[in-house]
């Protein structure tokens, strides 16, 4: 069985928790670290965007620690989930891979391209795995839409508009959030899930057009992205932070193949649907679970040792926060 950390026990610290209790026999969350005794007691942990309510992990039975050293040093662990606040990824991860752990990352991996070059040295020297945990990858809707592509279930893909819409995070403490230097703002923080998603169907674009819009106050709330593949496929992706609170949060693509229109929407009631040619509309059914279920399951099974390929691997985060980077620079 593996024993396994997280450190910052806010919205995500709190959906690791669930995800990892989710795996049953194969792994437990031996200790917890939160330096905030409010995120301790469950106090202001708001459901995040996808209203996935984490509340139902339990800490019993979890050593509680509020020093990220202290864990690490005396708490017997295989590896931790850092869900810390993006700005810390770095240096969190950096001192766990010494210690000799595997390190599961909320993403983005990092907010400079030398911050993930020091992270993928630090897994390499210490021989453990660094996985980024990009959820869309694993996400049921998603894994289904790249197999449709990969296998060209429906023919060749002509058009994929991807989109990721809600208002700006005000779940936990929301400053770190509304401070670019620590989220990297509504690119690096939203926007990179679909760009990452993008980059892994189809590969590096060529170039990419990008438009924005601004909050009052200057800060980029919204950010639109054309990925150009030189083949005359229209393949786009929308974030934003600017939504009204009303509208909630959802996520979707809306993707043209040659003989049908595939859309999904996560506040349809029947989110997925396969527009076939003549009248034929098909729900595809779907396994169980979330992307974070599947994230942690692919995770512990990279680090119990199966011979698998990885979904994604610590270069793969990287290139996703490089084309992020150079989308942020042109909003
Ligand atoms: N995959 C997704 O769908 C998704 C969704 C939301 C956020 N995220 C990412 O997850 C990460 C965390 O986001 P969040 O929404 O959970 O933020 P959050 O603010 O809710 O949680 C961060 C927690 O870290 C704690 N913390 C800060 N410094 C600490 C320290 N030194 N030691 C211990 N704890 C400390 C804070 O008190 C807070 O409870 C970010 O990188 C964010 O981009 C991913």
């Not at 590896?79 to 969190?92: D, G």
């Amino acid at each position: 069985m593996l024993n396994v950390g997280i450190v910052g026990l806010g919205f995500m610290g709190r959906t690791h928790l669930k995800a990892w209790q989710e795996l049953g026999t194969e792994a437990r969350v031996a200790a917890v670290c939160e330096s905030n005794p409010d995120a301790i007691a469950g106090i202001g942990v708001a459901a995040g965007n996808l209203e996935k309510d984490p509340s139902s992990a339990t800490l019993e039975g979890v050593e509680v620690y509020n020093d990220f050293g202290e864990m690490i040093e005396q708490a017997d662990l295989d590896a931790v989930s850092i869900t810390l606040p993006t700005h810390m990824h770095p240096q969190f991860t950096v001192s766990a891979l010494e210690k000799g752990l595997h390190v599961l990352c909320e993403k983005p991996m990092a907010l400079t391209l030398e911050s993930c070059d020091r992270m993928i040295e630090a897994a390499s020297k210490a021989g453990r795995t660094l996985m980024v945990a990009h959820c869309i990858r694993f996400w049921p809707e998603y894994v289904w839409l790249k197999h449709a592509i990969d296998t060209r279930a429906y023919g060749e893909v002509r058009v994929a508009d991807f989109y990721r819409l809600g208002t700006a995070p005000g779940w936990g403490d929301a400053s770190w959030f509304s401070d670019p230097g620590k989220s990297g703002g509504v690119t690096m923080d939203l926007h990179i899930h679909d760009v990452d998603f993008v980059r892994y169907v189809f590969g590096a674009p060529r170039d990419v057009n990008v438009e924005g819009a601004c909050f009052e106050n200057g800060c980029p709330g919204h950010v639109r992205t054309s990925f150009n593949y030189g083949d005359g496929r229209l393949v786009s992706a929308t974030g934003s932070w600017m939504m009204a609170e009303s509208c909630g949060f959802r996520m979707g693509y809306r993707v043209i193949c040659d003989s049908a229109t595939i859309e999904f929407d996560s506040q349809e009631e029947e989110p997925l649907r396969v527009y076939n040619a003549g009248e034929d509309v098909v729900q595809p059914e779907l396994p169980e679970g979330d992307g974070y279920t599947g994230e942690v399951r692919h995770f512990a099974e990279l680090i119990s040792g199966s011979n698998q390929e990885p979904v994604i691997t610590c270069e793969d985060a990287r290139e996703s926060v490089s084309l992020s980077l150079s989308i942020q620079e042109r909003t």
